[in-house]
């Protein structure tokens, strides 16, 4: 297991997983714009590419929940949000590098029911 930046158990589906989009602390302004939520393992397979909501486009606020399918499978992942602009233009956050995600085996699993 990596050392995460986000941890959730296999099938969890809440909570959202929220971010605010800045650059150097200064929220990016995403009105007219969509964000979508990518998340690959390790092994470069997508797991999840999708829509993300825009909370508050102004403040560069985020939200993407969880489909049914997102976190069934355990693993670590790198994850990001992908801006793209009315202009069609793309960025890329966060800039540095993508962030962590584990999804840890959930203890249901373990159940003999």
């Known amino acids: 297991m990596i050392d995460a930046d986000w941890v959730m158990a296999q099938g969890d589906r809440l909570p959202d997983i929220t971010a605010q989009l800045a650059i150097n602390g200064v929220p990016i302004d995403l009105t007219d714009a969509t964000v979508t939520f990518l998340m690959i393992s390790i092994n470069h397979a997508v797991q999840v590419e999708g829509y993300a909501e825009i909370v508050d486009a102004e403040r560069g606020n985020v939200r993407y929940v969880w489909g049914e399918e997102d976190t069934l499978a355990?693993?670590?992942?790198?994850?990001?949000?992908?801006?793209?602009?009315?202009?069609?233009k793309k960025q890329t956050l966060p800039t540095k590098r993508p962030f962590t995600i584990h999804i840890r085996e959930s203890l249901r699993s373990y159940r003999s029911d």
């Open 74 to 88: 355990v693993g670590d992942y790198v994850a990001e949000w992908e801006i793209t602009f009315d202009s069609g």
